[in-house]
C-alpha cells in the first residue's frame, strides 16, 4: 500500500489566495483526520471524519477553513482566504475502526508545507 | 479533558550513549498512551503504544516505554542511540475507549557522532 497520500507537499501563496490542500487515505480506512503543526502551538487537531461523515470539527480555527470528504477516498482541506498565521505543515491521517475495538492506529501521510506570504 | 507534558524540548547525547525522553499526562479516566517518531520532512509514525497489560512497553528501533500510574508517567528509553535517531519525538494519551489522541509538544532527539 502506498499510504497516506497528500499533495501537494509544499504550497507558497499569497495572503488572501485560496488554497486546498488534499488527501488519499489508506484504502478500507474509514476515519480520516486534519492535523496543523507549528512551532508556537504544536500538533493540533482539526477536524475528523467517519465514514465519510464530518464528526468534530471543533479545532477547525474559523470560518475560512473548511474540509471536505466526497467518498471514502479523498479529502479537502481548504482555507479562503488565506492569512499568514495559516503558514504550517498540515497532515492528513488514516485509521481503521473495527467494530468492537477501542483502539485503532492512525497512519500519518507526509504533510503539506504552506507558506502564505 | 487530558493533558501531555514533555518535559524536555531538545535531547542532546553523543552516539552509543542511553537516553530517556520524559512525558507526563494528566487524565481524570484511564488512558491509552502511545510515542509517536518524525523524522525530517516526514509524517508521524507510532513507535510504541501502552493499551493495556505489561506496564514495559517494548517498540520499534529498540526503543521501549515505561507506563507508571503513580507517577503518570510514560518515559521513552533507548540503552544506545545511532545518528539515525535523530528526530522529533512526540508523546500522546487518550481516554481508553477514544482513539482521538491529544499530543505533546515534541522533544528533539539529537544525536551527535
Known amino acids: 500500500d502506498a499510504g497516506v497520500i497528500q499533495s501537494p507537499r509544499h504550497e507558497v501563496t499569497e495572503m488572501g489566495q485560496e488554497v486546498t490542500l488534499r488527501c488519499k487515505p489508506i484504502?478500507?480506512?474509514?476515519?480520516l483526520f486534519w492535523y496543523r503543526q507549528t512551532m508556537m502551538r504544536g500538533l493540533e487537531l482539526l477536524i475528523y471524519f467517519n465514514n465519510n461523515v464530518p464528526i468534530d470539527d471543533s479545532g477547525m480555527p474559523e470560518d475560512r477553513f473548511s474540509a471536505k470528504m466526497p467518498n471514502a477516498s479523498f479529502s479537502t482541506l481548504k482555507i479562503q482566504p488565506s492569512e499568514p498565521r495559516d503558514s504550517a505543515v498540515y497532515f492528513c491521517a488514516s485509521s481503521s475502526l473495527a467494530m468492537g475495538s477501542s483502539y485503532n492506529e492512525q497512519f500519518f501521510g507526509p504533510g503539506t508545507r504552506l507558506t502564505v506570504l | 479533558a487530558q493533558s501531555v507534558t514533555q518535559l524536555d524540548s531538545q535531547v542532546p547525547v553523543f552516539e552509543e550513549a542511553p537516553v530517556e525522553l520524559r512525558c507526563n499526562y494528566s487524565s481524570s479516566v484511564s488512558v491509552y498512551l502511545f510515542w509517536y517518531v518524525q523524522y525530517p520532512n516526514q509524517g508521524l509514525q507510532l513507535l510504541l503504544k501502552?493499551?493495556?497489560?505489561?506496564?514495559l512497553v517494548k517498540g520499534i528501533n529498540g526503543f521501549e516505554a515505561e507506563f507508571n500510574k503513580s507517577q503518570t508517567s510514560f518515559h521513552l528509553r533507548k540503552p544506545s542511540v545511532h545518528i539515525s535517531d535523530t528526530a522529533e519525538y512526540f508523546c500522546?494519551?487518550?481516554?481508553?475507549?477514544?482513539?482521538?489522541?491529544?499530543f505533546g509538544r515534541g522533544t528533539s532527539l539529537i544525536v551527535h557522532p
Open positions: 484504502s478500507g480506512h474509514n476515519s
Open positions: 500522546a494519551v487518550s481516554p481508553g475507549g477514544s482513539y482521538i489522541p491529544t
Open positions: 501502552y493499551l493495556s497489560g505489561s506496564t
